[in-house]
């Protein structure tokens, strides 16, 4: 219990303090934003190459059940929302803010912290591997989404730069950490000092960026769809969670035991800190997305580690 105890300490207090920070005024509106880019464009790359870097070659046959268990997710979070959507009653601006926060988990900001914390490196690296490649699916689930519920359509051009600014930095990072691995390649002791005191800022500011974003602020009149929001994405998850297991385990054979709980983690996570993205692009309710994201967050702190102990004590052994 003491280790739980610790765990889930060691993700809340960096959270508590973005969010003093916020509250003091320390900083100023859109100075969070420059942080979050900091540690997606300039830490996040350093954390994922040293990871891979310094993996054990066997680990990375776990790559591809990884992403086939975040892929999977996915799809299965996509049709549920399809389906709510016409059966909300709600405006589209509610509908479309709703369907999006409940769609996308925090795999990679909240997850990567939550599973360092829980299952160490070797957890890391299968978290890495169950992100790789989320914004390339992010953004086409995102936006096939938008087109079939709000029928419209985005260019090629707006498409492919938008993925190539955000995907292409930790997709590159990983490949290289994998090549540099299998190849041998030894860096000099100076490189791989200054790579790792870049990765080690990534968890911390993580969390602390997660905690700046916090509003508590909350529309009574939303407190229904948010309700709804946080049953299916904290609590009615694992369904989508044992599934995907159980599928992965049918048709490929190599999934390790740290493999299928990190994904059963990453499951749980609470709504993803990139939902507003959607909003420049769709009719959408800021203030609903928001509260659903903090609220989300917040409760997630309590989930999480009873979702811990039930994957340790009971889901991993039924699933053997």
Same mark, same amino acid.
């Given at each position: 219990?003491?280790?739980?105890?610790?765990?889930?300490?060691?993700?809340?207090?960096?959270?508590?303090?973005?969010?003093?920070?916020?509250?003091?005024?320390?900083?100023?509106?859109?100075?969070?934003?420059?942080?979050?880019?900091?540690?997606?464009?300039?830490?996040?790359?350093?954390?994922?190459?040293?990871?891979?870097?310094?993996?054990?070659?066997?680990?990375?046959?776990?790559?591809?059940?990884?992403?086939?268990?975040?892929?999977?997710?996915?799809?299965?979070? /996509?049709?549920?929302?399809? =389906?709510?959507?016409? !059966?909300?009653? $709600? +405006?589209?601006?509610?509908?479309?803010? #709703?369907? @999006?926060?409940?769609?996308?988990?925090?795999?990679?900001?909240?997850?990567?912290?939550?599973?360092?914390?829980?299952?160490?490196?070797?957890?890391?690296?299968?978290?890495?591997?169950?992100?790789?490649?989320?914004?390339?699916?992010?953004?086409?689930?995102?936006?096939?989404?938008?087109?079939?519920?709000?029928?419209?359509?985005?260019?090629?051009?707006?498409? /492919?730069?938008?993925?190539? =600014?955000?995907?292409? !930095?930790?997709? $590159? +990072?990983?490949?290289?950490?994998?090549? #540099?691995? @299998?190849?041998?390649?030894?860096?000099?002791?100076?490189?791989l000092n200054f790579i790792s005191s870049f990765s080690s800022l990534t968890i911390p500011l993580i969390l602390f960026t997660i905690g700046l974003e916090l509003n508590l602020k909350l529309n009574f009149s939303d407190t229904r769809l948010i309700f709804l929001s946080l049953i299916i994405r904290l609590l009615l998850s694992q369904i989508f969670g044992l599934i995907t297991i159980i =599928?992965?385990?049918?048709?490929?054979?190599?999934?390790?035991?740290?493999?299928?709980?990190?994904?059963?983690?990453?499951?749980?996570?609470?709504?993803?800190?990139?939902?507003?993205?959607?909003?420049?692009?769709?009719?959408?309710?800021?203030?609903?997305?928001?509260?659903?994201?903090?609220?989300?967050?917040?409760?997630?702190?309590?989930?999480?580690?009873?979702?811990?102990?039930?994957?340790?004590?009971?889901?991993?052994?039924?699933?053997?």
């Amino acid at each position: 219990m003491n280790i739980i105890l610790n765990t889930i300490l060691s993700i809340l207090i960096p959270i508590f303090f973005g969010f003093l920070i916020k509250n003091l005024k320390v900083f100023q509106d859109g100075d969070s934003l420059i942080i979050r880019k900091f540690v997606i464009r300039c830490t996040v790359p350093f954390i994922i190459f040293k990871n891979l870097y310094s993996a054990d070659i066997s680990e990375f046959s776990q790559l591809l059940p990884c992403f086939s268990g975040f892929l999977l997710i996915t799809i299965f979070y /996509f049709v549920l929302v399809y =389906i709510l959507y016409d !059966i909300l009653k $709600i +405006s589209k601006p509610e509908k479309n803010s #709703f369907s @999006f926060s409940t769609m996308y988990g925090n795999y990679g900001y909240m997850g990567w912290g939550v599973v360092n914390s829980f299952y160490g490196e070797k957890g890391l690296n299968r978290s890495i591997f169950f992100t790789i490649f989320f914004w390339p699916i992010f953004l086409i689930t995102g936006f096939l989404f938008i087109f079939l519920k709000n029928h419209k359509g985005i260019s090629k051009k707006v498409f /492919f730069k938008t993925t190539l =600014i955000n995907a292409s !930095i930790p997709i $590159i +990072s990983a490949i290289l950490g994998i090549l #540099f691995n @299998f190849f041998n390649i030894i860096l000099p002791q100076f490189i791989l000092n200054f790579i790792s005191s870049f990765s080690s800022l990534t968890i911390p500011l993580i969390l602390f960026t997660i905690g700046l974003e916090l509003n508590l602020k909350l529309n009574f009149s939303d407190t229904r769809l948010i309700f709804l929001s946080l049953i299916i994405r904290l609590l009615l998850s694992q369904i989508f969670g044992l599934i995907t297991i159980i =599928i992965l385990k049918i048709f490929i054979k190599n999934i390790d035991t740290i493999t299928i709980k990190v994904i059963l983690i990453e499951t749980v996570m609470p709504t993803a800190t990139m939902t507003p993205f959607f909003s420049e692009y769709t009719e959408s309710n800021r203030s609903l997305i928001s509260s659903i994201i903090t609220f989300s967050t917040l409760i997630s702190l309590v989930t999480i580690p009873i979702w811990y102990v039930l994957i340790e004590k009971f889901l991993i052994n039924l699933l053997k």
